[in-house]
Structure formats: structure tokens, C-alpha cells
């Protein structure tokens, strides 16, 4: 047991590209930027279960690659996981423990809980040493009631009543921080997710686009999806796009295919 | 924006934190504040570092939020087995030998210091310390993290033997808030949990029960109430 330490997966990630990269990098070599999902997710519980809220915009570098993504992850029937991070990753993980899930699921032939993707989630961003860059903000309800976790990229999770990640989350927090209040009703509670978002999308750079919402109850799950669209296009030309100079047709022939194709009526079955 | 107070979310979670583990005759008082900070953001303003390892024995935990837990989660999972392998409740001393074991052996890769406390029925209320290069220590009173620098003369002077429950656990409250009054990376709640042979309590002081020292202001609702107020107290700030 004193052998007990980290240990290195089999296959998949190798770590021995990271030195190299540190180097090229410190003789001014430009990294590649990959996808990040800017981002302002949320979540909070209210008092018949979880409310999780998430802004639709992806960036790369400061171009918005995506201007309708889904950051609302499905885990499990009854849990659903906000990522923020880099997309991939973000992606990769929630895919990956929602088939362990299910799984799990088939083999014990119960609801899953909370706390059970939980723990797969920072055992697999723990081993990969905040590498695996995936800010996450997972709620649901399960058998032992509602639950809302947030777990960092290095594998630490906090369990919270509201919640707050990515670049917005600080707009976002001090909505929830003036105006959070324990046993909320939905309405209230979709609101407050709703303000909360929209302050990270007027006020953070990496967030923008639409608020999508999730409802979790027990038995039950709403998941709205663009449920405001803040900052709708404002200037759509009435007449549409007017192309100068039409397609036009030079020259038409049709080959019907029954001539090329032979279709033979039954036939000998295939022997060895 | 400033680059050098922009807050990257993405460093490691750290518990800035102060902790402490006290013995007093009949058994041990664990405290700590409840601040987990991400850069110079707090990441959770209520956090709770003291967490069970087995019925009687609890764990301080400062350094990497990450490290600590996954450490924690490791070693209740190996004293699990090991009390059912033993078939009556583990010691203290098994449990710190676990986690110095676990600290020592992945010193390179780990940055968590701990506070172990408990009581068992051979030796009583223990605390044992294990900061950061594994090394293991029996004493009559434990303190750790960031906030306990400033504790190091306050402890000297006001640690006694034998002291009561009451005494033991004020002791460790004031404590623990003299230190969230000097430490930046120290602060919320203040949660302690008292061990003994009846059984484990859990306590929990809110901020702002807290005794104010030397010059900390008053909590207010607005600056507006301070600036329109004639005090003395807000001239320190303004130049």
C-alpha cells in the first residue's frame, strides 16, 4: 500500500509533449489557440430541486466560433452538467462519465446519484492534473434530494446552494450574492438564473449570445433551451439577400437509372 | 486591467486557510475558517475543511484543495477496510500513520498540510500534524495553513494543559478569528468540531459573531453610512 501514488493511465494522454511545448514556447513559438468556451455558468437550488444556467457563446482567441452552443451537458436523466473550459474537454469528460453512468446504471438497476459523478468526475480531472482544462458545475436530483457541486480543473469540488464558473462568474456571483434566498419557487429561481447570466453577458467579453436554462425536479427535467435570446440580430434587411447575377442553366440531361442498373428477380441464395 | 491582479480561474484551487487542532482532558477540538480562494477571487466563501475520516477521527485540511481531498478520500477508504479487517475502530495513530504515509511517498506531487484529531479508547483525544513533506508529529496542540503564522506567539502564551470543553473550544475560536482578522487568505465561517468519547459535535460561528480587533470597522450595509457618519476609523484609507 506505501506503493500507492498517481498512476499513469495506459495509453491516451502522454505527458512527455508538454516539455516540448514549454520549450518552443520559450523561444517564442505562437501555441495554437484551441477553443475556449468564454462562459458564464451558473447553478442554484430552490426548493423542489436544481436550477442550472448557462450563456451560449464559444470563443476562439477573440473570435466567437459559436454563437448557439450547448454548454449544458447531459449526464443522467435526473443530472445535468454546465462545462466551462476549454470545449473539448469539456465535451470529452461529460460524454465519458455519462456512458460510465449509464453503465453504473445497468449494473446496479438504480436512478444514478449525484455524488457518483461527482467522484468520477474529479478522480478522472485529478489524475490528469488540471491538464484537462474543464471547469464544471454539475447538479441534479437524486434519491437522497437535490445536489449542486462545482469541480475545479485540478480535481477539488466544492459543494454549494448556488454557484458561479467561468470568466462571468464574478458578474454573475454578485447577482446570486445581493439576491439569493433559500427556498426560492421556480419562477423566482428562473428568473434569478436568467439576471445572473445576462449580467455575465453584458459584462464579460468571453460570454454573449442566449440564456439556456435547465429545470431539474425530482422525476422530473425542463430543459429550455435559448429560453432569452438577449441581444437578438437587430439589423435583418426586409428584402433578404439579392444575389447580382443568377445561376444560370446551360445545358440539362437526365439519365434515368433503371437503364444502367440491372435488377435481377430472385435468383440463387449465396452458398460457401 | 491590471495583469497582475487579473484572476486566472484556472490556478489550482488553494485553501489559503488556517487551521488548528487542540487536545483538552477528555478529548480534542478541531477548528478552521472557511475561505477557498482561486488567485485573489474567493472561490468559496463556506467552505468545510474539516472533514471525517472515520466516527472518531477528523481531518484539517490547508494547501491544494485538490490534493487534500483526493488524500482524504484515499485514506477513509483505506481505514474503512482497515476497521473491518480489525473488526473495532481504528486509532488516531493508524489514521496519521495512513495520511503520513500517503504525504511522504507522493511528497513531489502533493502540496497539503493536515491536522488529524480524534479519540480513541487507549489513548484518549491525540492530535497529530503532517504538513507538507510528510513528516508526522504528536502534539498537545496542532496549527496550520497560512493564518497560522500570526497564532505562533498567541499560542505560546495562551496554551494551557487540561483545559476544559469550553475553554478548549473558545481557545481555538478566538484563534482562528484573530487569524482571519490578519490573513487575507483566511476568512467566512469559523466551524469547529469537538471530539470525545460521547461523540463528535459540530459547531459553527458566522462571521459576523465574531469579536473585532485592533481597528477592524463594524460591518455595514453601504460606504455611504460610513462616509456620512463623522468616524475616525475610514481616515486610515484616505490620503
Known amino acids: ?178 439576491k439569493y434566498k433559500e427556498g426560492m419557487t421556480r419562477d423566482e429561481g428562473i428568473k434569478l438564473v436568467t439576471e445572473a447570466i445576462c449580467s455575465g453577458i453584458f459584462n464579460d467579453l468571453g460570454s454573449g449570445s442566449n440564456v439556456d436554462v435547465c429545470v431539474i425536479t425530482k422525476g422530473h427535467k425542463e430543459y429550455l433551451r435559448n429560453h432569452l435570446v438577449p441581444t437578438p440580430r437587430t439589423y435583418v434587411s426586409a428584402e433578404g439577400y439579392k444575389f447580382t447575377k443568377k445561376t444560370e442553366v446551360l445545358f440539362t440531361k437526365i439519365t434515368p437509372l433503371t437503364e444502367k442498373v440491372v435488377v435481377l428477380e430472385g435468383g440463387d441464395a449465396m452458398e460457401e | 486591467m491590471d495583469q497582475s491582479i487579473q484572476n486566472d480561474l484556472n490556478a489550482p484551487h488553494s485553501m489559503g486557510t488556517t487551521i488548528i487542532g487542540v487536545t483538552y482532558n477528555g478529548g480534542v477540538v478541531l477548528g478552521a475558517d472557511s475561505r477557498t480562494s482561486t488567485g485573489v477571487y474567493v472561490a468559496n466563501r463556506a467552505s468545510d475543511k474539516i472533514t471525517q475520516l472515520t466516527d472518531n477521527v477528523y481531518l484539517c485540511r490547508s494547501g491544494s484543495a485538490a490534493d487534500s481531498q483526493i488524500v482524504s478520500d484515499y485514506v477513509r477508504h483505506f481505514l474503512h477496510q482497515h476497521t473491518i479487517q480489525l473488526g473495532h475502530p481504528a486509532t488516531v495513530k493508524v489514521a496519521a500513520n495512513l495520511i503520513r504515509l500517503f504525504s511522504y511517498n507522493n511528497k513531489n506531487m502533493l502540496q497539503t498540510g493536515l491536522i488529524i484529531g480524534g479519540w480513541d479508547k487507549y489513548e484518549g483525544g491525540k492530535i497529530y500534524g503532517v504538513p507538507l513533506g510528510g513528516t508526522i508529529l504528536e502534539q498537545p496542540f496542532a496549527i496550520g495553513g497560512s493564518g497560522s503564522t500570526y497564532l505562533y506567539g498567541f499560542f505560546d502564551q495562551e496554551w494551557k494543559e487540561g483545559m476544559t470543553k469550553e475553554e478548549a473550544e473558545q481557545l481555538v475560536v478566538k484563534a482562528v478569528s484573530l487569524a482571519i482578522a490578519r490573513d487575507g487568505a483566511s476568512g467566512g465561517v469559523v466551524r469547529t468540531v469537538i471530539i470525545n468519547s460521547e461523540g463528535v459535535t459540530r459547531n459553527y460561528y458566522p462571521g459576523d459573531a465574531l469579536p473585532l480587533w485592533h481597528e477592524e470597522l463594524e460591518p455595514q450595509n453601504s460606504l455611504l453610512d460610513i462616509l456620512s457618519s463623522s468616524s475616525s476609523g475610514p481616515d486610515m484609507m484616505i490620503s
Not at chain 1, 457563446?57 to 449544458?72: F, L, Q, W, Y
Not at chain 1, 470545449?87 to 461529460?94: I, L
Open chain 1, 1 to 178: 500500500m506505501s506503493q500507492v501514488a498517481v498512476d499513469v493511465p495506459k495509453g491516451g494522454f502522454s505527458f512527455d509533449l508538454c516539455r516540448r511545448n514549454d520549450m518552443l514556447a520559450k523561444k517564442g513559438v505562437q501555441q495554437p489557440s484551441y477553443r475556449k468556451t468564454g462562459t458564464t455558468i451558473v447553478g442554484l437550488i430552490f426548493q423542489d430541486g436544481v436550477i442550472l444556467g448557462a450563456d451560449t457563446r464559444a470563443t476562439e482567441g477573440p473570435i466567437v466560433c459559436d454563437k448557439n452552443c450547448e454548454k449544458i451537458h447531459y449526464m443522467a436523466p435526473n443530472i445535468y452538467c454546465c462545462g466551462a473550459g476549454t470545449a473539448a474537454d469539456t465535451e470529452a469528460v461529460t460524454d465519458m462519465v455519462s456512458s460510465q453512468l449509464q453503465l453504473h446504471r445497468y449494473h446496479t438497476g438504480r436512478e444514478s446519484r449525484v455524488v457518483t459523478a461527482l467522484t468520477l468526475l474529479k478522480k478522472h480531472l485529478f489524475n490528469y492534473q488540471g491538464h484537462v482544462s474543464a471547469a464544471l458545475v454539475l447538479g441534479g436530483v437524486d434519491v437522497t434530494g437535490p445536489h449542486l457541486h462545482t469541480i475545479y480543473p485540478h480535481g477539488s469540488t466544492d459543494t454549494l446552494p448556488f454557484a458561479t464558473m467561468g470568466s462571468g462568474s464574478l458578474a454573475a456571483m454578485a447577482m446570486f450574492e445581493s
